[in-house]
C-alpha cells in the first residue's frame, strides 16, 4: 500500500508502503498531487536491520529520499549528514511489528530528505551516501546514481523551474 504524506514543508512525498521494486509515476486523486519516484533501493538487508529508500519528485513541489528504517532497536532519526553537509530531516512517524514478548518489537520509522533540485541532480551523477544519526544510535546508506536519474527519466518536469 502506497500512502502519500504532507510535510512540515508543504511537499509531498510518496511514504515507502508495498513492494515497489521498479520506478513509477504515482497521481493522489484526492490533493491531485503527482510524484515521480524511483524503485526502491535496500542497504542492509536482513532480519534485525533494513534501510529502505526512494528517491522522488513531485511535480509543483520539489525533491526528497523517503526513508523506511526496520530494526529491533529504536533509531528515532534527528538529523542525516553527507560530506560535512547537514540536510533537512521530516519524521513520518513510526510503528510497532511482529512483537514477541522479551523478543521486542520490529520497529519500523519513517521520514524525508530534503534535497534541491542541483542535489538531486548532483545524486544522479554521483550517488549519496548519507549517516542518519538518531537519539539512540545512527546508520549509514548508500544510494546509487541509478536511483536517482530513473526519477529524472520518468518525469518530464522534473528538470523544469517549478522543480526548485
Not at 118 to 139: L, P, R, S, W
Request: hydrophobic share 35%; proline share 3%.
Amino acid at each position: 500500500m502506497k500512502r502519500l504524506a504532507i510535510l512540515g514543508s508543504g511537499m509531498v512525498i510518496l511514504a515507502l508502503g508495498g513492494c515497489q521494486s521498479h520506478p513509477q509515476i504515482v497521481h493522489d486523486k484526492y490533493t491531485g498531487a503527482t510524484a515521480c519516484v524511483s524503485g526502491k533501493h535496500t542497504d542492509h538487508p536482513g532480519l534485525l536491520q533494513t534501510l529502505n529508500t526512494i528517491a522522488t519528485y513531485v511535480q509543483d513541489k520539489g525533491y526528497a529520499v523517503g526513508i523506511e528504517y526496520n530494526s529491533y532497536n529504536r533509531l528515532s532519526p534527528e538529523t542525516v549528514w553527507s560530506d560535512g553537509h547537514q540536510y533537512t530531516y521530516n519524521d513520518l512517524g513510526s510503528d510497532a511489528h511482529a512483537c514477541m514478548g522479551a523478543g521486542g518489537c520490529l520497529i519500523d520509522e519513517r521520514g524525508a530528505i530534503k534535497l534541491s533540485k542541483d542535489e538531486f541532480y548532483q545524486f544522479a551523477k554521483t550517488g549519496f551516501d548519507f549517516k542518519i544519526v538518531g537519539y539512540h544510535g545512527a546508520v549509514t546508506g548508500h544510494m546509487p546514481a541509478l536511483t536517482f536519474q530513473s526519477v529524472i527519466d520518468q518525469c518530464p518536469d522534473a528538470g523544469s523551474a517549478s522543480g526548485r
